[in-house]
């Protein structure tokens, strides 16, 4: 039973570009929701986060949105870099579960020059 | 501040073997999860200790099991292991102190190899 869901496997994009990284959940017991961004041989690495209560939140290039109705995130990164090539998880939290986080497949991001 | 460190790095076992491994969190970081990540799975919860308690576990069978020392130290121990086992896994330390969520770093993960 997958409960966070990232449907698409990988995404391609050119520098200076808008990414748009897209995660589906299905418990409405999720409160918090994250996104990690992962390099290969290294542990994942928190990017940012956002409450239940809130729809949006900002830190720097990246953006996260929450529609609670359509149990649907995304994270937006503006402008894409070489750099953030690597795999992102989006993963989300339980009000009951503690430090337990359900994490999505991952979404493969190149961004080329 | 030194991170989360994970021992060893890099594991091959065979069949019906058992292994532990071990992670050490953030100096006064007193909760300790595991996570077990293969290819197409993403990463699934082992199970979650503090201050030597396991206050949450995942769906994985009784072969996977945990403890956590008094200096937030801790092991995860995999008997009688099987080919599917073979996975990186991933241990978060954070401070937890409370029911509210804390930012949780996680190590470079320990590579398990089962032939």
């Known amino acids: 039973d997958q409960q966070v869901k990232q449907n698409s496997p990988s995404l391609s994009v050119q520098e200076g570009r808008i990414s748009i990284l897209n995660c589906d959940y299905t418990?409405?017991?999720?409160?918090?929701f994250l996104w990690y961004k992962k390099y290969p041989a290294e542990g994942p690495t928190f990017l940012i986060s956002?409450?239940?209560?809130?729809d949006k939140n900002e830190d720097g290039r990246f953006t996260v949105f929450l529609n609670k109705s359509a149990k649907h995130l995304s994270l937006h990164i503006v402008p894409s870099q070489p750099g953030d090539s690597a795999v992102y998880f989006c993963?989300?939290?339980?009000?009951?579960?503690?430090?337990?986080?359900?994490f999505g497949t991952g979404t493969r991001l190149l961004v080329s020059p | 501040k030194a991170g989360v460190t994970q021992t060893p790095r890099y594991l091959i076992k065979t069949r019906g073997q058992q292994v532990t491994l071990s992670c050490s969190p953030i100096?006064?970081?007193?909760?300790v999860s595991w996570y077990q990540q293969t290819p197409g799975q993403g990463l699934q919860f082992l199970f979650e200790?503090?201050?030597?308690?396991?206050?949450n576990k995942g769906n994985f069978p009784g072969r996977f099991s945990g403890r956590q020392f008094s200096n937030s130290r801790s092991e995860m121990n995999v008997s009688t292991l099987e080919l599917g086992d073979s996975a990186l896994y991933l241990c978060?330390?954070?401070?937890?102190?409370?029911?509210?969520?804390?930012?949780?770093?996680f190590g470079p993960g320990t590579r398990l190899t089962v032939l």
């Open positions: 100096s006064g970081h007193r909760s």
């Open positions: 956002i409450s239940s209560i809130k």
């Open positions: 993963a989300a939290r339980s009000n009951t579960g503690f430090q337990k986080l359900v």
């Open positions: 200790y503090f201050s030597e308690t396991q206050r």
């Open positions: 978060a330390s954070s401070l937890a102190a409370g029911t509210s969520y804390n930012e949780q770093f």
């Open positions: 418990n409405s017991m999720f409160d918090y």
